[in-house]
């Protein structure tokens, strides 16, 4: 009887055993499985940043556009890509970047109208609606061209129209797959950034390319009624004001002349005036030829508010070619510079929450660093990774997640100094940087309070949510003085605080 209940014993050990490792594995799977998403987004985020990057370089459009296509292959790929525009004089489609679809299938579509029964592109640029087809063959939508896509081995197809603010359908994004398949939200939020980013582009290029025909049309700058044209004598006074000056600056055309420099621009725009017309005056004297000026100005506007222009000036000469004024012409390009500047934000800022992303971190924790060493100074370098993240993703859906964490950033920042830095590197996961520490306890306290205020509930479409955090922290100079090995330090005490609590599940 006493083998019985051994041999009972050792059978039960052995069930434990197996039930511990199967657990185990699952955990793992499902760790695997959350590293590869972050790792996808990690990487969609340069992609995303290098793109960004490109269409403030003023890079071709095609190369623009097939950077946002190797981007969303690169991740994912089982899918193949291709973005077509819209010829406005034809309203045809054509294929402007499909790098790895079939040459015969591009060559194909080049050219095709723009319409309903033309496949997903064409029916997604007469509806301007997304248009999801799981299977080609069976979808009506296709009747005209599902024998080209089956030779293709073209099976599903999802396009997204490219729409731009004043709802015109610019082209489309598509997405193509060897098997029918239907996207998931994660495949639709890649669909509307990837749309997102090539309507920037297409815009900004159109503006472009219709800025540089005004140009040439328009080589005499007094046929552009936007562009205020002005002269100026040898003693700085305006001799003539375009009636154009009333829509930049709000002043009549006699009004602007009878004001000096000064009332013309602001104090910082005055001395760089001044500096280049004592270059053009030593130039002039010295027989060279007019410098030409080019430059940004602020000038002062009649409602007490500033406008930045565009200056470009070109000396004035008599029969006998004595230099004897200036003619300049001054652009408006305030939409221009805040382009620019959305263009500057969107590269260095996480799109869901509009904290700093990653590289816009490692730059202020860089400076950081710089200021820290030379007035012997503190700071600490905090790491946090949301726990229970992952079951309200499951059980609720990414589009609640997303709202979690749109909230969690708000009370991050809650919890800092405005000279602190909060960003979000991908997932759950999030940075802090403490800068200028009086005292290191000053961390201790900040991740109490984070920890404090992400454990109580938030209130999500009605669901009470409840999630925590585990937190890791690095010291300079206690700690080391680079900002990857601090990084480092921060990212092994986080996970050590992590695994020493049970409880803080993915």
């Known amino acids: 009887m006493n083998n019985f209940y051994i041999a009972l014993a050792a059978l039960f050990g052995v069930v434990v055993v197996i ?123 296709w009747v005209g061209v599902k024998e080209l896509a089956a030779k293709a081995g073209l099976v599903s197809c999802w396009s997204e129209p490219i729409i731009n603010r004043h709802g015109q359908v610019l082209g489309t994004f598509a997405i193509y797959q060897g098997q029918a398949a239907e996207p998931t939200l994660e495949d639709i939020k890649l669909i509307e950034e990837s749309a997102y980013l090539a309507e920037i582009a297409i815009e900004r290029k159109l503006s472009l390319e219709a800025l540089r025909e005004s140009e040439e049309r328009h080589r005499l700058l007094a046929d552009n009624a936007q562009d205020v044209i002005w002269t100026m004598d040898l003693n700085g006074r305006f001799t003539y004001v375009s ?29 760089k005036v001044k500096a280049a017309v004592g270059k053009t005056i030593a130039a002039v004297k010295a027989n060279q030829p007019f410098p030409d000026f080019v430059a940004e100005l602020d000038h002062r506007c009649k409602d007490g508010s ?142 109490e309070k984070i920890q404090l205020v992400l454990s109580e509930i938030f209130l999500i479409e009605e669901y009470p949510i409840q999630i925590g955090c585990s937190i890791g922290t690095a010291f300079y100079p206690q700690d080391g003085a680079d900002p990857l090995e601090l990084t480092k330090i921060a990212d092994q005490r986080m996970y050590q605080h992590k695994h020493k609590t049970p409880e803080a599940v993915r």
Request: proline letters at 3%; charged letters at 25%.
């Open 243 to 271: 009636p154009s000056v009333e829509k930049l600056r709000g002043y009549t055309a006699s009004e602007a002349m009878q004001q000096t420099l000064e009332e013309t621009l602001t104090p910082e725009s005055v001395e």
């Open 306 to 447: 500033t406008v930045c222009a565009e200056i470009r000036t070109s000396g004035i000469y008599d029969a006998d070619g004595n230099f004897i004024g200036i003619v300049g012409v001054s652009r408006d390009i305030t939409e221009r510079k805040k382009s620019e500047e959305k263009i500057r934000y969107m590269a260095q800022h996480d799109s869901l929450t509009g904290l700093p992303n990653r590289a816009l971190f490692a730059d202020r924790l860089q400076q950081a660093l710089s200021y820290c060493k030379r007035h012997q100074r503190a700071l600490a370098v905090m790491l946090l990774d949301l726990d229970k993240f992952k079951p309200v993703n499951d059980h609720y859906g990414h589009a609640l997640g997303d709202e979690l964490l749109k909230q969690v950033a708000q009370r991050l920042l809650a919890c800092v100094r405005t000279s602190d830095t909060v960003a979000r590197i991908g997932g759950d996961e999030f940075v802090i940087l403490l800068h200028q520490m009086d005292d290191l306890n000053q961390a201790r306290v900040v991740s």
């Open 19 to 141: 039930a511990a490792a199967v657990h185990i594995n699952r955990v793992n799977l499902k760790l695997r499985n959350m590293v590869r998403l972050m790792r996808r987004a990690d990487v969609w985020q340069r992609g995303h940043n290098h793109v960004l990057a490109q269409i403030a370089a003023d890079d071709s459009l095609e190369e623009v556009l097939m950077g946002i296509i190797v981007g969303v292959e690169h991740i994912r790929p089982e899918m193949t890509c291709s973005i077509l525009l819209v010829d406005r004089k034809t309203n045809r489609l054509r294929v402007v970047a499909a790098p790895n679809l079939p040459a015969f299938y591009n060559d194909a579509v080049d050219g095709l109208p723009a319409d309903q029964g033309i496949g997903s592109c064409g029916t997604a640029v007469i509806t301007g609606e997304r248009v999801i087809v799981r299977d080609i063959q069976k979808d009506p939508s």
